[in-house]
């Protein structure tokens, strides 16, 4: 699939005269892949953590983000590819709009495919993705180290598992307990800031 029908299922959810959000469609040129994460106030709290593949934004909804500490098994729902550009995205979707609440970015950066075959071998991002077992190494400003994104059911309801890997980096920094407290590392604003700068001085 290529990156422009990936994001069929992201422009029917939003309706971009309403949403700031971007709409997608630049290609990235660029080596390194990139991956975000987002703290999204919505319905319900949770972190979007997205790996650049193909020229999108593979992208699991995480409710309480990922974890330093190789115990924690995160819970990892996928969600629909987003455009490369929505790595950029902080602001505030309309109440009403798809995905309404507030966004900021808290933390970005670089990563590196670690994922193997069976007899250590290693295999493209994407297909270690299909296969349902992903290995990576973040190159973040808060995230470092090896983690694994593994899916644990298929089918309606698919869900993965996000856990970090047992290595120099473990038990660092992960997720926040409390995201309301939480920096984005692009502007240094919190979840209120950011709902605050969008309505403007009063
Ligand atoms: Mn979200």
Known sequence: MSARDSLTEYRRKRDFSRTREPRGGAARPGD???FVVQIHDARTMHFDFRLEVDGT???????KGPSADPHDKRLAMPTEDHPMEYREFEGVIAAGEYGGGTVIVWDEGGYRNLSKDRVGREIPFAEALREGH???WLDG???HGGYALTRFHEGDGEAWLLVKRDDAAAGRSGAPSNPARARSVRSGRTLRQVESDAVGPS
């Open 134 to 136: 992903a290995s990576f």
């Open 57 to 63: 934004l593979k992208s699991w909804a995480v409710p």
């Open 141 to 143: 400003a808060k995230l």
């Open 32 to 34: 390194e892949p990139v």
